[in-house]
């Protein structure tokens, strides 16, 4: 599959409500793996996608939003990953990966730290193989998640092979 990976206008309205969608689709999906009803990250809103504090950066193919992923904030020397998804469709196509990719790229050799449901093996996969390692678990939510927080260390390092 053929697609680019592209920084978005998140502020724009028609944009960050399509950011929104995509990824109220994606985690949907996610809060099915974890096992919850009610999984605050899949009410996402466009006010919401167009408060981020950060960039945006989307897996586009003949303008359709395939996957996005936020590079929020720093914290301390690190750089926070916000949100990865891929629309349900596109699962399993090398999407994430390549946005993951791209992260790393853009922060050169800076720490970056990700948040994820420890039931989300695929995620938790993808942040391994780009050699992010566990940190601190917890638990959140009114139905009770356990989410694990994956850093991958400052240093120059290098890009997993492609799959």
């Known amino acids: 599959m053929t697609f680019e990976v592209v ?30 009803k009610d999984f605050p990250p899949a009410r ?24 996005t992923v936020t590079l929020e904030r720093s914290r301390e020397d690190a750089r926070l990953v916000g949100a990865l998804t891929v629309t349900p469709a596109h699962h399993r196509q090398g999407i994430g990966r390549s ?3 791209h992260l790393v790229h853009e922060c050169g050799g ?13 995620a ?6 780009f050699g992010f390692v566990e940190g601190t678990r917890r638990t959140v939510g009114a139905e009770p998640v356990e989410v694990v927080e994956l850093r991958r260390p400052a240093g120059p390092g290098t890009l997993p092979p492609a799959h």
């Open 7 to 36: 920084l978005l206008e998140h502020r724009e309205p028609a944009m960050s409500e399509r950011i929104a969608r995509l990824q109220r689709e994606a985690y949907a999906v996610e809060a099915d793996w974890l096992g919850v």
């Open 44 to 67: 996402i809103t466009a006010a919401d996608v167009a408060a981020i504090d950060g960039r945006v950066f989307a897996a586009v193919r003949d303008g359709e939003l395939l996957g």
């Open 99 to 101: 946005l993951v990719a």
């Open 110 to 122: 800076r720490e970056l730290v990700v948040s994820t449901g420890v039931a989300n093996a695929p």
């Open 124 to 129: 938790i996969a993808l942040y391994r193989s």
